[in-house]
């Protein structure tokens, strides 16, 4: 294994390992920290967490495991994967997280960059900006769990960890890869060790990339992996091929949970075109919605169903000062999770989860060890194959309004 990579939920992981696969590594996605050694033939290794908004020392532990396991695989160089809208708090956990790898890697020149420009995030001066939108007007600063108020980067990680942050501007970016590695070093020079680095093409990330040869820790958005295979096959130590694709033409569902803008739009256009179920906090707190009764009104549906917790921001709110925000969310994970294995157990072979949260109760409900990785659905959402069972696990933020129906047609074998 060359490159060991820790991401810090499912969908994210997999938006990752999707792109490694498009430019040529042969990647697998674990799901959790493994037990025994990779298979033969991989080249780079996706250990997907479950980390994000858990406590900071939580995040800590798991990932230094995580690493450790990467480390024994041989890894040559190591990849921190979060949200490229940098979901966290400013207790965490992306700075302690990344911090913590830094340290135990005797890492000095880190990257820190958040970008993905095919979804629309970029970063300037430092800023991070979503479809044109700093980030603090781009919707995120309503998310339930990592509101993000604050479009600068530098700032946001300062308050997340004591590691002194740096920057390395658009202007050094766009003068390659010569000058992107001499700003690290200026940056180095000067004490500073995440080094916040902007991005608004995939051009500038082709370039980091290059610079990022022999750099031991690097972090950021799926998209920052965009230039690294290439250090690689310089090399001469890529094997080249992928995953054969086939699908299943077995019963699907689709599950949503986000709440994110984007998977607001894509529920409103399904459910205006096929059987939908809406899930409140409310009834399955109650008692009144149970996995028992989804798992059969999914089964019994024609067409492509779909079952969704998505709701307008203020009635997350709403429910968060009801219930708190550790019950309301666990609320709706622990029922899907459930759904999960009934519906699975009663025949369904394709599930659609929309959400990072979502996400990681379907793959964690079906004890999912590795995942291949098979064709993109949408940018940064590929689909998924175990065993019988074809799946797609997808950011909130990602994806059309068409995107269930895709999806289901390429876990289908179009």
Not at 97 to 105: K, Q
Not at 120 to 138: D, M, P, Q, Y
Request: aromatic residues 6%.
């Amino acid at each position: 294994m060359l490159l060991g990579c820790i991401g810090d939920d499912f969908t994210g992981s997999s938006d990752l390992a999707n792109t490694l696969a498009k430019q040529g590594m042969r990647v697998t996605q674990y799901s959790g920290v493994p037990t025994a050694p990779a298979e033969a033939g991989v080249e780079a290794g996706v250990v997907a967490l479950k980390s994000r908004t858990i406590a900071p020392q939580e995040a800590i532990a798991q990932s230094l495991k995580a690493l450790e396991w990467l480390q024994a695989q041989g890894c040559r160089q190591f990849l921190f994967k979060y949200c490229s809208t940098f979901d966290s708090t400013p207790e965490g956990n992306i700075g302690p997280v990344a911090a913590a790898l830094a340290e135990r890697l005797d890492a000095w020149k880190v990257i820190v960059c958040p970008v993905f420009p095919a979804t629309g995030r970029t970063l300037f001066e430092g800023h991070l900006f979503v479809n044109g939108k700093l980030l603090s007007e781009s919707g995120m600063q309503d998310h339930p769990l990592t509101p993000m108020t604050d479009p600068d980067i530098r700032r946001w990680l300062a308050r997340q960890t004591e590691m002194p942050v740096g920057h390395v501007s658009m202007a050094a970016v766009r003068r390659g890869a010569e000058a992107i590695s001499a700003a690290f070093e200026a940056e180095h020079s000067a004490g500073r060790r995440l080094l916040v680095t902007d991005a608004i093409a995939d051009a500038d990330l082709m370039e980091i990339g290059a610079a990022a040869a022999g750099l031991p820790l690097i972090t950021g958005g799926s998209g920052i992996a965009m230039g690294l295979p290439e250090n690689f096959r310089r090399e001469g130590l890529l094997a080249g091929g992928g995953y054969d694709w086939q699908g299943s033409d077995g019963p699907c569902v689709v599950l949503s949970g986000s709440c994110s803008i984007a998977t607001r739009g894509q529920v409103a256009y399904h459910k205006a075109r096929h059987p939908a179920l809406q899930i409140t906090v409310d009834d399955v707190i109650a008692g009144t919605t149970t996995a028992e009764g989804v798992a059969d009104w999914l089964l019994a549906q024609e067409g492509l169903p779909l079952a969704y917790a998505t709701a307008e921001p203020a009635v997350v709110r709403a429910a968060q000062e009801t219930y708190g925000r550790a019950r309301a969310a666990s609320a709706i994970e622990d029922l899907f999770a459930e759904v999960t294995r009934l519906v699975v157990a009663r025949g369904a072979t394709r599930i659609i989860a929309a959400g990072g949260e979502t996400s990681g109760a379907v793959v964690e409900a079906l004890d999912l060890d590795a995942l291949a990785i098979g064709p993109e659905i949408a940018p940064g959402a590929p689909a998924l194959a175990a065993g019988p069972l074809r799946l797609t696990l997808k950011s909130g933020n990602f994806g059309d309004e068409t995107f269930f129906e895709t999806a289901a047609k390429i876990l289908g074998g179009a």
